[in-house]
């Protein structure tokens, strides 16, 4: 339970960290500020990149944990070496870039019009805050080896009003 509490902390805190930046966006298109269109939209639906290569370890939804407990997770795991290049799915601005509670080193990319993809347990970040990042560009590393899934990238996609959304349903199929 004391996991769960600080797992439910640093989603708080994430939670708060896109808030924070969907407010500024809707402040900004309030007083009339040209709305460009993001560089993920729903257009985009099974065409993203994978940031990185591997099997996934958990999907996005509630699962159920020791003791029956409700684990609710916003976004994959994708199983990796550590040190496995991670890569940006998408065009973008870096909002933070660095360690975030149980998340470990993480980063977050504001894609624009509303949407943002979170890559957390990373080794270390190779953007900075305020970076722009293209589609493929190198992010960071894969880490976690010390987390209860071992070494893995988590990789959520928030839409607007910052709701987690399926990345299986954003990434390209695989064959």
Do not use: C, M
Not at 3 to 9: G, K, T
Not at 34 to 55: E, F, H
Not at 128 to 137: E, S
């Amino acid at each position: 339970l004391r996991r769960l509490n600080v797992l439910e902390r640093d989603e708080r805190s994430l939670n708060d960290r896109i808030a924070a930046l969907e407010r500024a966006r809707r402040e900004a298109e309030a007083r009339g500020a040209a709305s460009a269109t993001g560089a993920i939209t729903t257009g985009d639906l099974g065409g993203l990149d994978w940031p990185v290569q591997g099997r996934v370890i958990y999907e996005f939804g509630t699962s159920v944990g020791p003791n029956n407990t409700r684990i609710p997770w916003h976004g994959i795991g994708i199983a990796a070496p550590v040190g496995t290049p991670v890569r940006a799915v998408a065009a973008g601005t870096v909002s933070l870039a660095g360690p975030l509670g149980t998340y470990l080193t993480s980063v977050l990319v504001d894609h624009g019009g509303g949407y943002y993809t979170f890559y957390a347990y990373l080794d270390d970040a190779a953007v900075r805050t305020g970076d722009r990042v293209t589609a493929g560009q190198l992010i960071g590393h894969v880490g976690g080896a010390s987390s209860d899934q071992g070494a893995h990238l988590h990789f959520e996609i928030r839409g607007q009003g910052g709701i987690a959304l399926d990345p299986l349903n954003w990434l390209k199929k695989r064959r």
